[in-house]
């Protein structure tokens, strides 16, 4: 049995009878315990539940019931999108044991269409990082080679479907988390229009940019799970009402005739060289396929990364003001403290890199900076969304690398916030203007590690981003996972 085919695939060998579930589920397993010692892509594992759920499938498969459209699918969902009865800890010591009373919306809706919930994976503490190095249970490992990063903050995600321990998974993508582990393991991974899929159960860090995304081996697989978890929720406001949308149906339709702008400053200054010729490479593909390209010059891109830290930061620090220990929390023995002095105690368990937001994000709310950096920020936000709207009106899609930098060693970059950052900054104006982001895996470098292109469409135009994701994905042909 492969493990490797698509989620597509997998529907139909399920459905002519070539697989069961349980047989897959099983294997999955095994998988998962002779590889997670290298990669390290999961927190959890519901191991009895997922074979029970898969032996249900199959019975209802044979008395030829109701199935949903994910046929009892393996999918991993990242450690900040609540699971009822499987823990979600945000790989942070404040939630270690935390179970939640209730599913995400995008939980349940897998669920109602079958889908099997195989494990919770790992990710920077509370989605804050882009290398998953962050985590208080330790760093994930690229499958393409295990002393490097596989992307962060969904590097669980990344690395699960990646290494064959799933079909797909969930991520969250607040300035590029899905996308990045995404392009350092080679996989697809999509944000979705803000709006698009509801929020409702993804444990907060910036609410006005974040969105959750999937991940999987190919852009059809991405389809499949749009379909599923896409549209309004009365749980989530922000939600938009915008009929259904059949992602999987005509993703054929290819680029002929389209416009595709290339970011000037997305291509320039500190792109590793391999990643650049891979992206004209790319620019080349599309022009094969009867696509125009040409360059589009983004100059608020320049201020992105320093807007982005800002507003993120900003959220973060109010959202994470909840944890103190009281309502959730782990046991600390401070029998005897007063009620400030515990908190504080309680709050010095956060991570490094949290620390370093929720500082951050009350420095530049506070009196007297708050027009200096916080105000200025939303200004940089507004002038990139009014330059993306006039983009949009000469070009159908925007094309750039996902990441500038190959992926690097785990602990190169790890004392370097500032470095870190600046991985962010091709991936950040998707999130600051809430437009649809996707990246596809391209090429792998001589090196031997994964280059992935990142396509942007406007607002609400996910289908036809898949569609030119689907284009560029069928000019390629990638090697297998080595791990
Ligand atoms: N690397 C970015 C950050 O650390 C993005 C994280 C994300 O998208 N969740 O904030």
Redesign the pocket.
Known sequence: MNLGISATEYVSQIRNGQISAEEFIAKTLDRIRTVEGKVHAYITIDEQNALNQARIIDKKIKAKERIGALFGMPISIKDNICTSGIRTTCASKMLENFIAPYDATVVSRLKQDDAIIIGKVN??EF????TTEFSCFGPSRNPWNVEYVPG???GGSGVSVSALECVASLG???????R?PASFCSVVGLKPTYGLVSRYGLVS??NSI?QIGPVARKVEDIALIMNTISGHDSHDDTTVEKGRVDYLQDLNAGVKGKKIGLVSQMTGDGVDKEVSSATNAAVSKFQDLEAECIPISLDSVEHSVAA??TI?SAE?SSNLSRYDNLRYGFDLGTEGYEFKAYVSKVRSNFGP?VTR?MLLGAFVLSAGYYGKYYLKAQKVRAMMKSQIDDAFKKVDFLVAPTMPILPFKIGEKIDDPLT??L??AN??MA?LTGIPAISVPFAISSSGLPIGIQIFANSFQDKNLLQAAYALQQTTHLPEVPV
Do not use: C, K, P
Not at 127 to 130: C, D, F, L, N
Not at 172 to 178: A, H, I, W
């Open positions: 990710l920077d989605a804050m990082g882009s962060g903050s969904s969250s993508d607040t300035g590029g988390s899905v990045s860090y910036a974040e982005y830290y993120a973060a890199e937001r870190l950052y991985l962010d991936t950040i999130n």
